[in-house]
């Protein structure tokens, strides 16, 4: 029997492999989620002297390459699970302070953080595994009016099934740190879906651009890249 659970533990596992043989600063940005192509960070703006947040962050790769390549004033790795963010503080700690990990929900995070943000993102980050009617009207209220959200998330399920065509979530397989199974939600949503929903959280000037997968791997995943900005 699968153990229900949204601990934050689950993500105890993920990118462990790589953080032992890979500690270096990334040299390039991907959205796409075979990570090997498609535009990069370009698509935030120019982020010299501004404040940034990547939510859902994990081991903070992302973050190091803006924060070591783009002169931000500040970006702040945002990540729920304590094995994610022990990982990216092994990594990244001496970007400090331009780099700021912090292990927060993002929902709370933004909350306490009203017109501070110039640009929010996520790569398959917390906008995939948060529901959406929190986690939106927060990054609007966090970011300063004309500030930017954008996110990456699956165009479809990893097995090939169509994208909701509601603001409904799936249950998707996880291991506890013990290896036990376990389960956690995923919106995975169709462009009209997230659309509405960020108009409604108070984004304008919403665009979709659906990216190709970028290799034949064995799980090749169309890619939405969404860029929003929140009401001036």
């Known amino acids: 029997m699968v153990r229900m659970t949204t601990t934050a533990d689950l993500w105890h596992h993920y990118g462990r492999i790589r953080a032992e043989r890979d500690r270096a600063v990334p040299d390039s940005f991907h959205w796409i989620w075979s990570q090997d192509g498609g535009p990069g960070s370009e698509v935030l703006g120019d982020l010299a002297g501004r ?46 302070p331009r780099l700021r990990i912090t292990s927060s929900d993002a929902v709370p995070h933004l909350q306490a953080a009203e017109n501070v943000y110039d640009v929010l993102y996520s790569v398959f980050g917390a906008v995939d595994f948060t529901d959406p009617r929190a986690l939106l009207p927060a990054a609007a209220a966090a970011l300063k009016p004309g500030g930017r959200l954008v996110f990456s998330t699956l165009a479809h399920y990893l097995n090939g099934s ?42 304008t000037d919403v665009t979709v651009e659906m990216l190709p997968a970028g290799s034949d791997g064995p799980r090749p995943v169309d890619t939405l890249l969404v860029i929003a900005d929140r009401q001036r």
């Open 162 to 203: 169509p994208a909701q065509t509601d603001l409904v979530a799936a249950d998707i397989p996880a291991k506890t740190p013990e290896g036990d199974r376990a389960s956690l939600r995923r919106w995975v949503l169709q462009e009209q879906v997230w659309v509405k929903a960020l108009d409604e959280a108070g984004f």
């Open 51 to 96: 404040v940034i947040g990547d939510l859902g962050a994990g081991a903070a790769r992302h973050a190091a390459h803006l924060a070591v390549r783009h002169d931000p004033a500040e970006i702040v790795a945002i990540d729920a699970s304590p094995a994610q963010y022990e990982m990216a503080t092994d990594l990244f700690a001496h970007l400090a």
